[in-house]
């Protein structure tokens, strides 16, 4: 079955860098796009950043632009989020998920709802 397994949060300061990781197993993944995406106590879950492990191109929330960046190693079958520039706001837990693109769009890779399989969560907490 397909697995999504996260590693990688913890405590940082302001201003710090975190690296989180998504080992997904399973299935053959080059036809699926994967999602970061994050919950704040008392909010909605959000969307980060997403990516096609084909290398179609990236996608970022407008907070996370320029600060975060999403990655993959095809060989390991690995999603990475570099966190860098952190702020008190990016403290979530962070969710990693995979979609099969089938039809898609990049807007649709926004919605959480679109996505087949989920890891669990990792906590990120972002002291000032």
């Known amino acids: 079955q397909v697995q999504l397994v996260v590693s990688g949060g913890g405590l940082v300061q302001a201003g710090g860098s975190l690296r989180l990781s998504c080992a997904a197993s399973?299935?053959?993944?080059?036809?699926?796009?994967m999602g970061w995406f994050r919950q704040a106590p008392g909010k909605e879950r959000e969307f980060v950043a997403s990516?096609?492990?084909?290398?179609?191109?990236?996608r970022y929330t407008n907070s996370a632009n320029g600060r975060f960046s999403i990655s993959t190693d095809n060989a390991k079958n690995t999603v990475y989020l570099q966190m860098n520039t952190l702020k008190p706001e990016d403290t979530a837990v962070y969710y990693c998920?995979?979609?099969?693109?089938?039809?898609?769009?990049?807007?649709?890779?926004?919605?959480?709802?679109?996505?087949?399989?989920w890891g669990q969560g990792t906590q990120v907490t972002v002291s000032s």
């Open positions: 399973g299935r053959t993944f080059s036809s699926y796009a």
């Open positions: 990516i096609t492990w084909s290398g179609t191109g990236t």
């Open positions: 998920a995979a979609k099969h693109l089938g039809s898609w769009s990049w807007s649709a890779l926004r919605d959480g709802n679109q996505y087949d399989y």
